[in-house]
């Protein structure tokens, strides 16, 4: 018989490994884009903040250009949005004006890159693509691999006693591999399309370069942007929630 103990002690080790590994790899590409640049978080209660963001697997840290001190007199840095709050995001805006040179270059270059894409980098996406479709498939091949291995004996035994450990795998491997392709929006990576926005009990339209999506976040460079309907608009970019933001059109 199979020493169950040990085999406990190696799910436990074996799954926090896992767990740790993916929880330090899984960032959201959108937001992924954004990183080490200025960027404004409008949140839907209407609060603004504006910091060089910081992107972790746990959440989003805006880090302010200088202290300030708040209504009670404290010394304040930066701004922490942890990844439960992802709810309360609005919009992340990239505004151009607030780049550096360096970062408005770059900025300029992958937008070149990203409108209309050269047939080397549509083929870099398939690609991409094939792994993601390929890896959609991953829990189900698991799920069926472990049902089966539960049926034969005496291996069954162990994997049922030891099913807290294996389903806690499985739940970080779901969380990390996660569909976010989208048909009705890949065919449009490249292109100007018109997101539509819901703020509030209002909706706007905004025409710009769809750069990427991901399971959560849409992200559209190039866009006119106002926070508020009586101020300026301004070049930027915006990474916004797909529960609030919808591609609508296509803008070409």
Known sequence: ???????????????????????????DKCLKDFSDDMVTLEKTDAKIVGGKLN???????FIYPEKHKDTNGHDETSFILYKYEYPNIAALIRYHDQLSERGKKERENELKRTYHP??????????????????DSVMEVVNMLVSQAKKAAPAGAVLTSQDKYVSQMKQELMGSVGTSFEPLL?????????????????MFEYCGVLKEYTAEFVEIMDVNYKV??????????????????????LGE
């Open 228 to 249: 508020r309907e009586e101020g300026p608009l301004r070049k930027a970019d915006l990474v916004v929630p797909r529960k609030y933001g919808v591609i609508r059109h």
């Open 1 to 27: 018989m199979p020493d169950t103990f040990a085999i406990t002690v190696i799910f436990i080790v074996l799954s926090t490994v896992v767990a740790a590994f993916i929880r330090r790899k899984s960032r």
């Open 186 to 202: 890949e065919k449009y990576i490249g292109h100007r399309v018109v997101l539509e926005l819901i703020k509030g009990d209002k």
């Open 55 to 61: 992107v972790e697997n746990t959440g989003l840290e």
């Open 118 to 135: 050269t047939l080397l980098r549509r083929l870099k996406r398939k690609i991409q693509n094939v792994f993601k479709t390929v890896r």
